[in-house]
């Protein structure tokens, strides 16, 4: 079964103090990974897809990254506007008994910036 | 807006009645998706659509809940003698597959809270 953990659960950063999120995935062959962002009440906004290991997509100052196990997003110099949820989901190339298009999700890092 | 529309967004009922909700998917897309996502956790996949066929249930999808897609168009998830368990954000999904791309964007869900 498809399994997607992300550290830390919470986090709290000064304004300007870059960090990381992470996300380790277990999938039977991956079709892409995503990341989303999520505000209080919202539903999910999404930011990347990702695809095969060595691949990076910017925007902003959010910067993601892929290896064959793990995805990391990058948070350069961060504002106060970019406190919110952020979510990983992997959607895998192979699910017995199942689609291959659903997403299976973590549960999130939620990522606190102060001015 | 062109985006996934999702209605009501907000159903407070009692146990044991039925609640029904809409999603609206973004026009052009193909795919529907359904999510249930409880506090502190990512959302959790419960069934999908290609045009207007249902391709998936999740195990999560008890006999109380059902989906249709009439034509292909917007789609409705019924849940029938709610139960406080149910209590959670119903968020729906879309996307149009484009060879091996398959980003699903989110509508701003429903908040089903059961009394």
């Known amino acids: 079964e498809d399994q997607v953990t992300q550290s830390p659960e919470a986090l709290r950063l000064q304004e300007g103090e870059s960090s990381s999120l992470n996300c380790s995935y277990t999938?039977?062959?991956?079709?892409?990974l995503f990341w989303y962002r999520q505000d209080p009440g919202k539903g999910p906004e999404f930011l990347f897809t990702?695809?095969?290991a060595g691949e990076e997509k910017e925007k902003e100052r959010l910067k993601a990254t892929l290896t064959k196990k793990e995805s990391f997003l990058h948070i350069t110099a961060p504002k106060p506007e970019d406190s919110a949820t952020y979510l990983c989901?992997?959607?895998?190339?192979?699910?017995?008994?199942?689609?291959?298009?659903?997403?299976?999700f973590g549960k999130g890092t939620l990522l606190t910036v102060n001015p | 807006d062109t985006g996934v529309s999702q209605n009501p967004r907000h159903k407070i009922t009692k146990r044991g009645q039925n609640v029904t909700f809409r999603c609206d998917p973004i026009?052009?897309?193909?795919?529907l998706y359904w999510y249930r996502q409880t506090l502190g956790q990512g959302p959790e996949f419960l069934t999908y659509f290609q045009n207007e066929a249902q391709l998936e249930k999740s195990r999560l999808l008890s006999d109380r809940f059902s989906a249709e897609r009439p034509k292909g168009s917007f789609s409705t998830l019924e849940i029938q003698r709610t139960e406080q368990g149910d209590s959670a954000m119903y968020l729906c999904a879309s996307s149009l597959r484009q060879g091996a791309i398959d980003e699903q964007y989110f509508g701003p869900g429903t908040r089903l809270t059961v009394t």
């Open positions: 990702l695809y095969s």
């Open positions: 989901a992997v959607q895998a190339l192979y699910n017995s008994g199942g689609s291959n298009y659903k997403l299976t």
């Open positions: 999938v039977s062959g991956l079709r892409g």
């Open positions: 026009s052009e897309h193909n795919r």
